[in-house]
């Protein structure tokens, strides 16, 4: 297993009340150490919403990790940060 941590300020208690969860913490810091645009970095951040989910965490924590991210992430994104982030409710809309 790697020694990495996730850089989120939430990162060590996920890691302890998810485990799984650390690989997509992982993922979601990779992604955003790449220079990209807005919609890259969005895209990276509903990534690691379902990642989140798919890992077992309850739907409103995974909603939270996303909602922090994009309200707080922007400045640690390599392509800067878009100035109005969506909430999860208006990005991923259930069928």
Known sequence: ???RRC???LGA?????????LAC???????YDAVGT???RLLADVRF???LLEHGLPAVVA???YNAVRIFGG???AGGGDSTPAPVRQVVQAP
């Open 1 to 3: 297993m790697s020694d």
């Open 7 to 9: 850089s989120s300020p």
């Open 13 to 21: 208690w996920m890691e302890k009340e998810w485990p799984r969860a």
């Open 25 to 31: 913490c992982l993922a979601h810091d990779d992604a």
């Open 38 to 40: 807005d919609r890259d």
């Open 49 to 51: 919403f379902v990642c």
């Open 63 to 65: 909603e939270q990790a």
């Open 75 to 77: 400045s640690h994104f």
